[in-house]
Every structure is written in C-alpha cells, then in structure tokens.
C-alpha cells in the first residue's frame, strides 16, 4: 500500500510539473500582436534612467541626461503609456541608430507593437 501510495504522488508530482513547464512554455508563442502601421507618440528613454528613477527620468527635465547616457552606449527604449518598447526592424534587428539622436525628445513612430514573453517591441516603419 505504501508504494502505491508513493507511487501516486510521484505521477502526481510529475503531472504537476509538467503543467507548471507547459505553462512557462506559453510566453513562447506571440502574446500579442497589434496590426501593422499603429502610430504611436513615444518618448525616447535611456532604459537604465528609467528602470532606476522611473517617471523622474522622463521629460524635459531629464533631456540632457537622456541625450548624455544613450550618446555613451546607454540602451534606448521607447515609452508610451508607461509601457517600454524596444525599437527593431522587420528583422528584429536593433532600430537604435533611428532614435539615438533623438534622446529625451517625443517622437511619432509609426510601426507593429508585438509582446512576447513579457518584451514589447515596436517594429518600426517610420519615425519623426
């Protein structure tokens, strides 16, 4: 009875874990994507400012620090509506060089917003 008894909760166990890998292994696929050509307004960020400060690190304010952190090397983002996107290509390739002169300033980018395991890209066509 006793190895019956272990023998279930192993499979149980097993099951169980499965379900939590299974689970993990839905971010996988495309959470969402909205349709091509979204025009969105979006500030460009330094993603080290902003993770650390927040809002503190957006606006007027905090342009010359933006324009200094992402002309070092700093990671760019573009912000919207609190969320963070990360610039690509239609190859997912950084789009970084479109942006890096515009640190700190507001931006209308034109482009596919796809999230996936958590990351939102913006796929850009145009930005102005």
């Known amino acids: 009875m006793k190895k019956v008894i272990a023998l279930m909760s192993v ?10 890998s299974a689970d993990d292994m839905g971010g ?15 500030e460009v960020v330094d993603v080290a400012c902003y993770v650390k400060d927040g809002k503190k690190a957006t606006g007027e304010s905090h342009k010359a620090c933006a324009v200094k ?12 509506k609190g969320k963070l996107y990360i610039p690509v290509d239609g190859m997912f390739h ?7 002169s515009k640190a ?25």
């Open 94 to 100: 950084s789009a970084r060089a479109q942006f890096a």
């Open 69 to 80: 952190c992402i002309s070092g090397g700093g990671e760019l983002a573009l912000l919207s």
């Open 104 to 128: 700190g300033e507001m931006v209308e980018v034109t482009g596919k917003v796809i999230s996936k395991g958590g990351v939102n890209y913006l796929q850009v066509g145009e930005g102005k």
């Open 28 to 42: 996988m696929k495309m959470e969402k994507k909205s349709k091509a050509g979204k025009a969105m307004k979006c």
């Open 11 to 20: 499979l149980a166990l097993t099951l169980l874990v499965g379900r939590v």
